[in-house]
């Protein structure tokens, strides 16, 4: 397993990593120029997975973590292990270099948003020593044209 810090390279399977993982929504944020403002404005927070590829081929990106801050608060987001690969700790490991990335830039305390119905992911972050959070509410606003949430 190989891992390293994303590129915009890895936008196309990135994405086709996601459309194929139960509990992850891709929205308009998630187009190629918004994911490569994210990299940009957050370098060296996001990771991927590769395994290598057999013979001639390339390498295979079978997971992706993508993370950010605004200076006191991390924000984790589009953890995804494809499902070939799940339970061999891939998604152990690019918590932990996300967090490690975090860590240097002197961010101590993350989060990130889980939806309801993504049981697996709601077991995994509990088990990661990750806290539920019943005592706030997100609220969501989009200002301009298009009014996807």
């Known amino acids: 397993m190989h891992y390293r810090t994303m590129t915009i390279h890895d936008y196309d399977a990135a994405i086709a990593l996601w459309s194929e993982s139960e509990g992850v929504r891709i929205r308009d944020a998630d187009s190629r120029q918004g994911i490569e403002k994210y990299l940009l404005r957050n370098p060296g927070l996001s990771f991927v997975a590769e395994v290598e590829g057999e013979g001639d081929e390339e390498e295979e990106l079978v997971g992706t973590i993508m993370a950010g801050h605004d200076g006191k608060r991390g924000y984790v987001q589009h953890l995804s292990v494809a499902d070939s690969h799940r339970r061999l700790g891939i998604a152990t490991q690019l918590v932990n270099h996300c967090l490690e990335a975090l860590k240097n830039e002197g961010i101590l305390k993350s989060h990130l948003m889980i939806l309801p119905e993504n049981r697996a992911a ?4 509990a088990n990661q020593g990750w806290a539920y959070r019943s ?5 969501s606003f989009v200002n301009g044209d298009n009014q996807n949430v």
């Open 122 to 125: 709601q077991k995994f972050w």
């Open 135 to 139: 005592d706030i509410l997100l609220y």
